[in-house]
């Protein structure tokens, strides 16, 4: 079975800070690859997406991900954090193939951004 | 547009009650999701529908019945339900009815179970 890690439970950044949440997964086939962020109170929405192409793709609000195969990971960054980016962040990966439904989360890493 | 919509936002109901959770999409999307989601924890897959038919079933207890009337429209059928179960249930759904696309999340319920 597939298993997604996320190595930080919790980082605690000063605005501006840069950051990198790291992602490894266990799936040896063709994955898609998922950053969600979980505001406050708020739902899971997409940050941003890898399904094929350039391992470098962008997201909303500035974010940004690296898909390294070699690796088997694929770690968030953002040059400089603001408050707003309080939220807690999950990494999911689905697995291609025929019924490929399931969406394996990470547990999630917390973000506090401190003003 | 990318809604999801869930009804109610919040639920609180007894170990006897009876209740349904909604979930509506207008996207077009060919599969449909439930998911279980304890506080600080991911989310739980719980049942797939592709092309209005359950295709993933993970091992829920029978107390919890989901249902897809529609293309658009999926329930969620809750009894006699314990105080463990008390989450925020979310749905989402995806383009591929055969799986493998991007998710979209709905807001959620939040059930409570007293």
Redesign the interface.
Known sequence: AQSVSQHNHHVILSEAASLELGCNYSYGGTV?L?W?VQYPG?????LL?YFSGDPLVKGIKGFEAEFIKSKFSFNLRKPSVQWSDTA?Y?CAV?K????????T????T?LSVIP | DTEVTQTPKHLVMGMTNKKSLKCEQHMGHRAMYWYKQKAKKPPELMFVYSYEKLSINESVPSRFSPECPNSSLLNLHLHALQPEDSALYLCASSQEGGGGGTQYFGPGTRLTVL
Do not use: M, V
């Open positions: 898609n998922f969600y708020q739902h899971l929405q997409l997406k807690e999950f689905n291609i193939g025929a019924g490929s439904y399931q969406l989360f990470g547990k999630g917390k």
